[in-house]
């Protein structure tokens, strides 16, 4: 394998270059507006409508399982007021609507830190960020690729109305695309984080002749303003995808720069997963800074026209034509639609279930103390996307996966909220947490049956067992109903 999604990528990112990629984009809602729901709305919890009641408090939350400071608690009464913010109490509290969370988890808001929506974000950010709510996200941050100018972009997203919390990295990629001179590149790098952008990002995989002293002059100045770098690494094949580890870990070591690793069940572990791991683990034992994520499932889909389909793929995989499905379709490929369907740009197909092994990836990255969840994904077409279901169903069946190989909720939302939180930490300290004047991002889910439901025939499905998720105070999603928009830019201050 020499190079994943590389060509299809390029047009992507040729394609939309005249604006940014937007991750789930939110808006500002109005703080003291009282309306009133009706019990029918909440078909799945009950609520307690107090509508003439002399309360400090737009909604209250009682009766559930509380994640507080990493564990679950019982006994706990929680009060949103007219800003958006949570109150704490041991003692009941009256609100306008109470929420009877018996038998739920009352857990933060649940945060995706590898959203994607590349293709088109103005005109589809709506549907992207649809399936991202219902999926139980308060908060999708843009990494893998963002915005090549965040001013531009923050410009015009934030007066559009928004479902969740957004914000973007400096689409490094984008830059290369536009300009030839190094030195422009690194100025625009540069502005992108003084524009507020969280982050610096490339995906040296999809523009191979990115050197390392290229690389190395990103992180400098990520470093500079002390923002992670987000790298899709340069090598996804058995003999290589170590390598690219490695470069990530150097780049660590002698700039001082926080490094994310994308993905690494999908690109860098895919094959060699623990030695992946152990070398992360030794560089951060010796002071480097170093975290990861996954996706929760056991495939992966890419573009037909990719490299990752050159030579003898079915040797290499162990599959054959009919095993590659067309992602938002029930087809299979065969011998005679191959040849014509590998000339469509932008045609993804997903391989069997089972092809990335749990046991041998997802499973142990999750064990350590440096891995988190991340969807690399996002669903931009209705009513059938050609898009990975991680695009909607990624935060739930993460819990349910959680669950499944034996891990307790509190671990699963470390994994989902708390990791992604601390990662971004500066911008995220009064959010990812149920604290006295937090930010009141909180979903509410039912750990019975909390799943995705998106597949590969069908991505655009809401997940199960998302009960409620509360956004800046103001309910955006129940029992199937989208409802608020009360997202917010999260960014750093223009320098």
Not at 194 to 210: F, I, N, R, V, W
Not at 247 to 272: K, M, W, Y
Request: hydrophobic residues 35%; charged residues 25%; positive net charge.
């Amino acid at each position: 394998m020499k190079i994943t999604r590389r060509k299809a990528l390029k047009n992507i990112a040729l394609g939309s270059a005249s604006l940014i990629v937007s991750p789930s984009c939110i808006a500002e809602s109005s703080k003291n507006e009282k309306k009133q729901l009706t019990k029918d709305t909440f078909a799945g919890i009950k609520i307690t409508e107090n509508p003439n009641a002399q309360s400090d408090y737009k909604i209250v939350i009682k009766n559930g399982d509380f994640f507080i400071d990493n564990r679950l608690k019982k006994n706990v009464f929680l009060g949103i007021n007219y800003e958006g913010k949570i109150k704490l109490s041991d003692t009941p509290l009256q609100g306008e609507q109470e929420i009877d969370a018996t038998g739920k988890i009352v857990s933060p808001g649940f945060i995706d830190i590898l959203a994607d929506n590349a293709s088109n974000p103005q005109q589809t950010y709506t549907i992207f960020e649809k399936y991202k709510v219902t999926d139980g996200l308060t908060t999708v941050f843009q990494m893998h690729g963002g915005a090549e100018f965040p001013k531009k972009f923050h410009d015009y997203f934030d007066k559009l109305p928004h479902r969740v919390n957004y914000g973007v990295s400096v689409f490094v990629m984008r830059l290369r695309l536009m300009y030839a001179s190094l030195a422009k590149r690194y100025e625009l790098a540069e502005q992108g984080l003084k524009e507020g952008a969280l982050a610096m990002a490339h995906s040296p995989e999809y523009q191979p002749d990115t050197t390392y002293e290229e690389l190395k002059q990103y992180a400098k100045i990520a470093k500079k303003y002390e923002r992670p770098y987000f790298l899709h690494l340069r090598y996804s094949s058995q003999e290589k995808e170590l390598e690219g580890v490695k470069e990530a870990i150097r780049l660590a070591e002698e700039t001082g720069v926080q490094i994310h690793i994308d993905h690494l069940n999908s690109t860098g572990g895919t094959f060699n997963m623990p030695q992946a791991l152990d070398l992360i683990q030794n560089a951060n034992a010796k002071g480097a800074k170093i975290t990861c994520c996954v996706y929760p499932y056991s495939f992966w889909a890419t573009y037909l026209i990719s490299e990752r389909f050159s030579g003898d793929w079915q040797k290499r995989y162990g599959i054959t034509y009919e095993d590659l499905q067309i992602v938002g379709s029930g087809e299979r490929v065969t011998a005679q639609t191959y040849p014509i369907y590998r000339k469509k740009a932008g045609l993804l197909v997903a391989v069997p279930p089972g092809t990335m092994p749990f046991e041998k990836t997802i499973n142990l990255a999750l064990q350590t103390d440096f891995c988190m969840f991340g969807s690399d994904g996002g669903i931009e077409k209705e009513p059938r996307a050609n898009s990975h279901p991680r695009g909607a169903g990624f935060a739930a069946t993460a819990i349910r996966h959680c669950l499944n190989i034996g891990m307790s909720i509190e671990q699963a939302i470390e994994r989902l909220v708390v990791r992604p939180a601390k990662l971004l930490a500066p911008v995220m300290k009064e959010r990812a947490a149920l604290k006295d004047g937090n930010w009141a991002d909180i979903t509410i889910f039912n750990p019975q049956t909390i799943n995705g439901k998106a597949t590969v025939a069908n991505p655009n499905q809401f997940s199960e067992g998302i009960d409620c998720v509360i956004v800046n105070g103001e309910i955006a999603y129940h029992n199937g109903k989208l409802l608020k928009q009360s997202g917010k830019a999260i960014k750093y201050e223009i320098r």
